[in-house]
């Protein structure tokens, strides 16, 4: 039996170039050297895993050549299931062109979407939730529960991935579909038979819907060309050498492929990192045959499978190229480190060899990042990887399967002017013309203040005007128009919203901002709204559920209406976004419908798995790599991210449709193959001479452990890797310090402005006062420097503020009831009132659900309270408004005013207070000490006259009424008993403390601190960011 061509290139070698090396010697296919001529060269055909790796080896072959001009061998990826590249890759010359005669593979999207329809169609025939199995194994269903599988269009096109991938899955892994319905056996539950109900779509019906269509699954076309390629290859009429390198086939169709080429006079194939140094035992361990054998997630155990396949054993592979000693020697630590758990007592042998002492040089170059978390990770790989660029032309690459991580060292980089080369694209979804489109749909659904607002800060957004126009006209339509109490769908038509937000403007309490708004400014506010309105109106004309044909005409409609100026270009991910639109045009089907929300939800997923790679200028020196694209690519530094258990290995996920012992029923691969794939990449990137692996120890704030990888090396280098740590260090005092001032810096101090006498405010009411004890800033900035919160937007459904409507209902049912006992029908009166003010809170579920119930109980106390303080009531004062005149020491008066909710008058001539909480009423020491001095300067005011009451009149009694808690309410009468003091004693003692604090900021040399009494500040204030509170209260010992 002839030799078969297999060879292994080791880790620590760089595997192209000495591929090309062995190649052009003649090591690899006799006969064929760089001494062959140019057209000799032309007729060579080499396979390589993805198309970076094919433009790697063709500038590897031009600079081994070193020709001025030359015909390069054909260098095409092999992994690619793209039907036009599938069939460029074997129409290589010498080969017939098998493509032509198979059917087109079904598109992605269109595939998805008829698996969806299949989905949806069954999710509708249950006819209510799967409630239990009968004995004949049919379902029994629940019309009053509805079924929660694929109900959703959005939902079934999930599942249909789902789907497409066990489709592609068994395709790959060579499984008929008649191998599912045996595995209705007695050891797996009867709930299997609605899976295998569900699984009937593939089964079943879509054979025949490709079949109709005469188009086969991309993975299924694949495979039939590559079978065709076989023959060919069997026939031995190609002109050339065929050569795969770098793959470990794991497809089980690319495994026959390469079989063949190992048996044909002029193929060859080159395996990449087969470790020919494990020992047999280990190597034996590397099993196939046991479902979820521990073997799968070994780096081998791809190359372990596919092997027998070529026909060849461990022995008769041939090593192109040995690395230097070091890398030799750190290939031993990994094979050894990462050999099979159940064989790692064989470590006291290896750390008794000799070898070992070879354990630190090996491991010299590389380092460990261990970060507190995923951006400081991210900076420290963004340092290092600048870091690089110090030594003229080296070259260095960034490899990690978290998205996440490498956008946000793409982002740190941009600090330094570095823009970075990310193999993985980006998602539609996240390009400037996909983030328009989403923003239209939302805006068109929601029409709240969010999503306007996101549409008109995006870039694109135009409407007909030029975007300085917008930039002028956005933020006052937003405080004119979305910042009111009133939602804006709430008007009946625009110019009545338009014409009731001026209205509001001009109130008293409204913002100064709405205030200042002029004519002009009011008619650029309805002129926006008229265009916005103009631009969304295709969508939003759209009633009920309709398929993805009129939504598409009318996104499109609106986003050319959104994006309409002079100056408008139509840019590459615009163009992707028209495809995509096509796309799903095409793949349309009538039976899936959608709403507002459906279809906003819905393309958002589809964009979302859209990837677009753009041609940018990047910095040549530099790469982000996934662990595909990452295969055989050369770096003088690798950098590993995301070296954490779940993110690299990644979590080993069980089957969505089979379990375990399913799959192994069926011969399916157990899911940590995945484990093993990427062990692989890992093994080959730490062959590079510098490695920087990287962690974190905490990923959304969650702790991380780890990755296996990591924890074996440590397990086995002891301190020789504990040296990796500590150089890791360096880039972690690197990130640490980069956002360091250069300089020390005394530390800011607390702001203590002092503001000229005539700026100072002399009105303020009894509940600004508790402010100016606990925070004077906020009293500054708000009167002084007459800096205002905006008010927050309105939005229909969403809870409004429960106190102020609740205070409302309060303020009329005293009205109604001024004096006396209550009557039989107040109890309704007060239900009335309480529905009508909250009727539209109502509307919203969550709302109804929790909020509603509490305030009923709230109701309930409140009536039980009424009926008790009625006894003796002669007369109630509801909402009622007063002030003083407060004479000061510098001849200026100041004015105290308050709004008592509730003034009791009873037979005896008592006066009571209260006042209403639906927050967390102030404990009584607050009060006592003057730091909640509400009440206590209510009553002192009712003694000065201050509500048209007569002088000398005396309160006896202060309540705080807690309303909207767990238990309906609460009552919390004024009393100190701790000092003994009385409510008057209190009230008259706060008035002459508030007379001495006033006088003191009457003095131009009294400031307004921020936070002065940390145990007393406010939790929230609107100005702490201008204060700069985290800035210089950080670190306190006081606690400010």
């Known amino acids: 039996m002839p030799r078969k061509n297999v060879f292994t290139i080791a880790p620590g070698a760089p595997f192209l170039e000495c591929f090309s090396a062995a190649l052009l010697d003649g090591r690899i296919v006799p006969g064929f050297s760089r001494a062959c001529g140019a057209l000799d060269m032309a007729d060579a055909t080499i396979y390589v895993p993805t198309q970076r790796a094919a433009r790697a080896l063709g500038e590897e072959f031009a600079r081994a050549l070193g020709r001025p001009a030359t015909l390069l061998p054909r260098i095409l990826p092999l992994g690619g299931l793209e039907a036009t590249e599938t069939d460029l890759l074997f129409a290589a010359p010498g080969f017939d062109a098998p493509g032509t005669a198979l059917p087109q593979a079904a598109g992605d999207i269109w595939r998805r979407m008829q698996l969806g329809r299949l989905v949806h169609i069954w999710a509708k025939a249950l006819h209510g939730a799967i409630v239990s199995i009968g004995a004949d194994g049919k379902h029994i269903t629940d019309s009053r529960e509805p079924c929660l599988v694929g109900t959703s269009t959005t939902d079934a096109w999930h599942l249909a991935g789902e789907l497409a991938g066990l489709i592609d899955e068994l395709i790959i892994e060579d499984v008929a579909w008649e191998k599912l319905d045996p595995l209705v056996l007695p050891e797996f539950d009867r709930y299997w038979r609605v899976t295998l109900d569900f699984l009937n779509i593939a089964i079943a019906q879509w054979p025949s819907i490709l079949a109709k269509h005469n188009l086969v699954d991309a993975a299924r076309r694949h495979v039939l060309l590559i079978t065709a390629q076989i023959a060919e290859i069997a026939t031995g009429r190609s002109k050339g050498p065929v050569i795969a390198i770098g793959s470990t086939g794991t497809n089980r169709a690319t495994a ?27 190597w034996a361990r590397v099993n196939t045959e046991d479902a979820g054998d521990p073997g799968f997630s070994h780096p081998q155990a791809a190359l372990r499978r596919l092997l027998p396949v070529l026909g060849v054993s461990r022995a008769e592979v041939t090593e192109l190229a040995a690395p230097p000693a070091h890398l030799v020697s750190r290939a031993r630590v990994l094979s050894e480190a990462l050999r099979p758990a159940d064989t790692t007592e064989e470590w006291q042998a290896f750390r008794d060899d000799p070898a070992f002492a070879e354990i630190g040089p090996a491991l010299a170059d590389v380092s460990l990042i261990e970060a507190a978390d995923e951006r400081e990770e991210a900076l420290a790989l963004a340092i290092a990887l600048r870091e690089v660029l110090e030594t003229p032309g080296a070259t260095a690459a960034l490899v990690t399967p978290d998205r996440d991580l490498a956008r946000r060292v793409g982002a740190e980089l941009t600090r330094f002017g570095i823009e970075i080369d990310d193999s993985a694209g980006e998602p539609l979804s996240a390009t400037a013309a996909g983030t328009l489109a989403l923003r239209a749909a939302e805006a068109a659904k929601a029409e709240d ?96 559920s309709r398929d993805l044909q009129p939504w598409i005409a009318a996104h499109r409609a609106a986003l050319a209406e959104i994006t309409r100026s002079e100056d408008a270009a139509l840019s590459e991910d615009a163009v992707a976004l028209d495809d995509l639109f096509d796309a799903l045009l095409q793949a349309n089907q009538p039976d899936l419908l959608f709403d507002a929300e459906g279809y906003a939800i819905f393309l958002a997923e589809v964009m979302g798995e859209k990837v677009l790679r753009r041609a940018r200028r990047t910095h040549p020196r530099l790469k982000i790599f996934g ?31 089979l379990n375990r012992p399913m799959r192994h029923a069926l011969g399916l691969t157990p899911p940590e193959r995945r484990i093993g794939q990427t062990a692989h990449d890992f093994v080959m990137a730490l062959g590079h001479k510098r490695v920087i692996l990287s962690r974190a120890r905490k990923r959304d704030g969650t702790p991380m452990v780890e990755s296996r990888f990591v924890q074996r090396l440590t397990a086995l280098a002891g301190n020789a890797f504990k040296n990796c740590r500590e150089r890791g260090e360096y880039y972690l005092h690197l990130a640490r310090a980069i956002d360091r001032p250069g300089e020390a810096r005394p530390p800011i101090g607390r702001p203590e402005p002092k503001p000229p006498l005539a700026l100072r405010p002399q009105r303020l009411s009894v509940t600004r006062i508790e402010t100016l004890r606990r925070d004077p800033y906020s009293i500054y900035a708000e009167y002084c420097l007459n800096l205002r919160e905006l008010p927050q937007p309105a939005e229909i459904g969403e809870r409004r503020n429960i106190g102020s409507l609740l205070h409302a209902v309060l303020e009329k049912f005293g009205e109604r009831f001024p004096s006396g006992a209550l009557p039989a029908d107040a109890a309704a009166v007060f239900s009335a009132l309480l529905e009508d003010s909250f009727a539209s809170e109502r509307a919203d579920p969550d709302f109804s659900a929790f909020a509603w119930p509490r305030l009923k109980e709230a109701a309930r106390f409140y009536l039980d309270f009424e009926h008790r303080r009625r006894a003796d009531l002669v007369r109630l004062d509801v909402e009622r408004n007063g002030k003083i005149a407060i004479p000061l020491d510098d001849g200026t008066t100041f004015t105290l005013s308050a709004t008592a909710d509730r003034i009791e008058h009873h037979s005896d001539g008592r006066v009571s207070l209260v006042d209403y909480k639906t927050g967390k009423p102030p404990g009584i020491e607050e009060v006592r000490v003057g730091f909640a001095p509400q009440l206590t300067l209510e009553a002192a005011m009712v003694a000065r006259g201050g509500f048209d009451l007569p002088l000398g009149t005396n309160v006896a009694e202060a309540i705080y009424v807690k309303l909207f808690d767990k238990n309906g309410g609460d009552e919390r009468p004024l009393l100190f008993k701790k000092s003994g003091e009385t409510l008057s004693e209190v009230s008259e003692k706060h008035f002459v403390e508030l007379v001495t604090l006033l006088n003191q900021f009457r003095d131009a040399n009294t400031c307004y601190p921020s936070r002065p009494y940390p145990k007393f500040a406010v939790r929230y204030s609107a100005y702490d960011h201008l204060a700069r509170v985290k800035e210089w209260a950080a670190g306190r010992e006081d606690g400010a």
Request: no cysteine.
């Open 256 to 282: 026959k492929l390469l079989a063949a080429l190992a048996g044909a006079p002029q193929g060859a194939v080159v395996l990449p990192g087969l470790d020919l140094d494990l020992d047999e035992r280990a």
């Open 449 to 544: 203040a969010a999503s306007l607002v996101a549409l008109l800060a995006h870039p694109a957004a135009r409407f007909g005007l030029s975007r300085a126009e917008i930039l002028e006209r956005a933020p006052l339509f937003e405080i004119g128009l979305l910042r009111q109490e009133t939602p804006l769908s709430s008007y009946a038509t625009r110019a009545a919203a338009v014409a009731g937000a001026r209205e509001a403007a001009k109130d008293r309490f409204a913002h100064p901002a709405q205030k200042a708004l002029g004519d002009a400014d009011w008619a650029g506010i309805a002129d926006l709204l008229d265009r916005l309105d103009a631009a969304l109106a295709p969508l939003k004309a759209i009633a009920g």
């Open 627 to 657: 662990l595909l694209e990452a295969r055989l690519m050369p770096a003088d530094v690798m950098l590993l991210g995301g070296l954490d258990e779940g993110v690299w290995p990644p979590q080993a996920q069980s089957d969505a449709f």
